[in-house]
């Protein structure tokens, strides 16, 4: 699987990329715009480690995790979930050929599955450690997803093989570029994988050329209802260069960039989850599930709640129910006066009246904080994932909406949204 990339630096200079800018770190492809986290830094392995926290958050990545005897695994280690994405990432120098040192790249790849053997095939206690969770024990059983990345951070290669397949172990690779796109518009853990596991069922049996860099690839993911569907029956693929400039030049696309910005609100709250239970990880992670879209549309609701709530001088609590494919979620505004417990307590039996009330959805995810919009403002959460539902669970929910006057007269509204709005 090929990419052939000899194009000249957008800057201006009518040098290539391999001999501008590039090099120097002072800016990505064309067209990106300045909210984009930029890749800067002296070591390749901290810039990548600072581009994933951003995308994956904190509290599931791991710098140069180790091993009992200090041996350093990997350079970068993410485990969400059942999910484990380990990282190796090397800087690299072209040749006057125009091409790296080929045992240098070999010698990254070797070290991915080297690391995926320790972690999983090793019989070797390994604790993994972060800022935000101090240390734990890592457990190879729960992972049941594993993907390899090799990061080659000098300037790009005329041409250079995008992914490679060793020994049965996929390892994708990015350069310096398409790792600062990727990681940029792929910003969740759901969008990312999706994507690694769409490229991993495309190149199935099939011989591919890319021109102009892997970007081009990823325009087309997207462009394509996130699906490379339309290659199911092709053997063999070639993509021009130029999809990508075009993608990102759409209105449709800078449309969506900016309806993105509401999403960033819902990262904010997933921050924020360990301030509010003991058990914060658990909620964290079920709040970080859902994709970029899908959290654009669970920030704008709740900010839409918010403000409601906080121009409503006259009710103590303002409460509202939101039902997704598979997931229920209720925000709840409590005034300031009332005790937090009393808080916790509502919120709890807000929860389980959803999980009867929408019965579809068997996991309910609780948010509360105060109806004022304070900087200051606390937040409670609370998590039921309730796969059956007995009689006593409905009588229960019955007594509850009786007692609490829970959503005796709804008012039921729908709502959507385009991912690329029109207007």
């Not at 993911?221 to 996130?226: D, F, G, I, S």
């Not at 929408?358 to 509360?368: E, Q």
Request: one cysteine or more.
């Amino acid at each position: 699987m090929k990419i052939g990339r000899n194009l000249p630096c957008p800057c201006g200079s009518g040098l290539k990329y391999k001999k501008c800018c590039l090099d120097e770190n002072e800016h990505t492809s064309e067209g990106v715009g300045k909210d984009y986290f930029q890749i800067k830094g002296s070591k390749a392995e901290s810039v990548v480690h600072d581009l994933s926290i951003k995308s994956f958050l904190t509290d599931w990545c791991y710098l140069n995790p180790n091993l009992p005897n200090n041996k350093e695994i990997c350079d970068l280690l993410v485990v969400f979930d059942d999910i484990a994405i380990v990282w190796q990432i090397k800087s690299l120098k072209l040749r006057d050929d125009g091409s790296y040192k080929k045992g240098d790249v070999e010698k990254n790849f070797r070290q991915l599955i080297g690391a995926k053997r320790r972690l999983f095939e090793i019989d070797t206690e390994i604790n993994l450690e972060n800022p935000r969770r101090g240390k734990e024990l890592f457990n190879p059983k729960s992972i049941s997803q594993v993907f390899l990345v090799s990061v080659l951070m000098g300037p790009p290669e005329d041409f250079f093989s995008f992914v490679e397949t060793i020994n049965g172990n996929t390892i994708h690779v990015f350069d310096r570029e398409f790792t600062e796109i990727v990681l940029n518009e792929l910003d969740t853990i759901s969008d990312f994988c999706e994507y690694l596991k769409s490229k991993e069922r495309l190149i199935a049996g099939k011989e591919m050329m890319i021109m102009g860099g892997e970007k081009e690839l990823l325009a087309y993911y997207l462009q394509n209802n996130r699906s490379f569907s339309q290659f199911n029956e092709a053997t063999n693929i070639l993509l021009q260069e130029g999809i990508w400039e075009g993608y990102i030049s759409r209105s449709e696309y800078k449309k969506k960039k900016k309806a993105d910005e509401f999403s960033y609100g819902w990262d904010s709250i997933i921050d924020r989850a360990h301030e509010g239970s003991i058990e914060y990880e658990r909620v964290a992670r079920e709040l970080a599930r859902p994709n970029r879209f899908e959290r654009r549309m669970l920030s704008k609701t709740f900010l839409e709640a918010h403000i409601r709530a906080h121009e409503d001088t006259k009710a103590d609590m303002f409460r509202r129910i939101l039902t997704t494919d598979g997931v229920s979620y209720v925000f709840l505004f409590f005034s300031e006066d009332h005790p937090r417990d009393h808080r916790k307590q509502m919120l709890f039996a807000i929860c389980f009246f959803a999980r009867g009330k929408f019965g579809k959805n068997t996991k309910v995810i609780g948010i509360a904080t105060e109806k004022r919009i304070e900087p200051t403002c606390s937040y409670d959460y609370c998590v039921i994932n309730k796969p059956e539902w007995t009689d006593d669970d409905q009588n229960r929910m019955l007594k509850l909406q009786d007692e609490l006057e829970l959503f005796k007269n709804p008012k039921i509204a729908r709502i959507s949204e385009d991912e690329y709005p029109k207007n």
